[in-house]
C-alpha cells in the first residue's frame, strides 16, 4: 500500500513540476451527484458550473471545498431534476455573472423556484444558440454546439433533446459535456461535421437512448466520462453503451465506481484523477487556495490515468490507450 501512495504521489509531483506555477492549465472536475450532473471547469481567469445534480448532492457544499467563490458562468443543460435540482442553492451561494439554458421551460416546481432565484437575485439570463462561443482566458473557448435556433420537437424527451451541448477546447486539448443529448441531438451533431474529442461526458447517464455507433465514430473519443448512481433504478449505464465505448477502444471512468472524477490539461496532455472529493481536494490544485501546496495522499491512492499526449503519433496513443486498458482490467 504504502508503495502504491509513493507511485502516485510521485506522478502527480512529476506533473506539477513539469508545469512551473501551472501557467495555461484547465482542470475539469466531474462530481460526484449521485444519478445526476454536475461539472466544473476551472482556468486562471474563469469559473463554470455545467449543471447541480440533484438537491441531496449538496453541490454548493462541493464547490466550496473545491475553493470556489465566484462563478462566471452557470449552465443548465436542460430542466429535469437531477441536473437542477441542487442549482438554487447554487444561485443562493455565490456571485454568478451569467446563466445559460437551453430556454425551453418545465412545469416543475423545482424549475419554478429556480427561474424565481434569477430573477430575484438579477443574474443576467441567456439562452443558449449553436454558435455562442465565451472565452475562458486566452487558450480555451467554450462553444456551443446545440441547440439550434428551431428546437428539436416529437422526440422520445424534447427536454433531453434539446440540451444544451458544449464544446471546450484548451488548445489541443478537447472536451465535449452533452447533458442528457439522446440519438436525434447525435444526429443533429453529426450532420454538422463534429470532430474528434479527446475527452466525451456521456450523455443521459450512459443510458441506451444515447453514445450510438455512429456517434462514436464520428467523436473517436479517448475518455468518456459517466456520472450515475451505484444501482440506480434506471439501470445506468446501459450495458450496450458501454461495450460500443469500449469497442471503439474509449477509456471509460464512471462516478459510481471512481467517486469524483479530475482532468488536468495542460492544452497538450489531458491527466485524469479519481478518488473521493477529500482525496481530489486535498491534492495539488491550481485554483484552490484551500488546497494544499504539495501532494499529500490520504489512506487510499487517487489513480492517475495514462496521459494523452497530442503530439504522439497515432500508433503510439493507441498502444498507450490498449496497455493501459489492460492495466485497469
Known amino acids: ?62 464547490l466550496r471545498r473545491l475553493g470556489v467563490d465566484h462563478l462566471d458562468l452557470v449552465v443548465a443543460t436542460h430542466p429535469h431534476a437531477d441536473h437542477i435540482g441542487g442549482m438554487t442553492e447554487v444561485l443562493n ?25 434569477i430573477e430575484a437575485k438579477g443574474i443576467t439570463y441567456r439562452t443558449a444558440n449553436v454558435g455562442l462561443q465565451l472565452k475562458l482566458g486566452d487558450e480555451a473557448t467554450l462553444t456551443v454546439l446545440h441547440p439550434g435556433e428551431n428546437h428539436l420537437i416529437g422526440t422520445r424527451s424534447d427536454l ?9 477546447d484548451h488548445e489541443d486539448v478537447s472536451f465535449l459535456f452533452t447533458g442528457d ?76 465506481l471512481s467517486g469524483h472524477i479530475r482532468v488536468l490539461s495542460d492544452g497538450d496532455t489531458a491527466e485524469l484523477l479519481e478518488g473521493t472529493l477529500g482525496q481530489i ?21 487517487v489513480a492517475l490515468a495514462e496521459p494523452l499526449t497530442k503530439k504522439q503519433p497515432r500508433q503510439q496513443k493507441n498502444a498507450a490507450r490498449k496497455a493501459t486498458r489492460e492495466a485497469r482490467r
Request: with cysteine.
Open 181 to 256: 443529448a439522446e440519438d436525434p441531438t447525435e444526429q443533429t451533431l453529426i450532420r454538422s461535421n463534429i470532430q474528434h474529442i479527446d475527452v466525451l461526458k456521456v450523455a443521459h447517464h450512459g443510458s441506451g437512448h444515447s453514445t450510438s455507433d455512429a456517434f462514436i465514430r464520428a467523436t473517436t473519443p479517448t475518455y468518456a466520462l459517466v456520472s450515475c448512481a451505484a444501482d440506480n433504478r434506471y439501470g445506468h449505464p446501459a450495458p450496450a453503451t458501454m461495450k460500443r465505448l469500449r469497442q471503439a477502444g474509449t477509456q471509460i471512468y464512471r462516478t459510481d
Open 1 to 62: 500500500m504504502h508503495r502504491q501512495l509513493l507511485k502516485y504521489a510521485v506522478a502527480f509531483a512529476a506533473l506539477c513540476v513539469a508545469i512551473p506555477a501551472w501557467a495555461g492549465m484547465l482542470v475539469v472536475d466531474m462530481l460526484d451527484v449521485g444519478q445526476g450532473d454536475s461539472l466544473l471547469i476551472r482556468t486562471a481567469d474563469k469559473t463554470v458550473l455545467i449543471d447541480a445534480g440533484i438537491k441531496k448532492a449538496q453541490v454548493a457544499s462541493q
Open 281 to 301: 481536494a486535498g491534492m495539488v490544485d491550481p485554483f484552490n487556495a484551500l488546497a494544499p501546496v504539495a501532494p499529500t495522499p490520504t489512506s487510499a491512492p
Open 93 to 117: 451561494a455565490f456571485d454568478i455573472d451569467l446563466y445559460l439554458d437551453s430556454g425551453l421551460p418545465h412545469t416543475t416546481q423545482t424549475y419554478l423556484t429556480l427561474m424565481q432565484a
Open 160 to 168: 433531453n433533446s434539446n440540451s444544451v451541448v458544449l464544446r471546450l
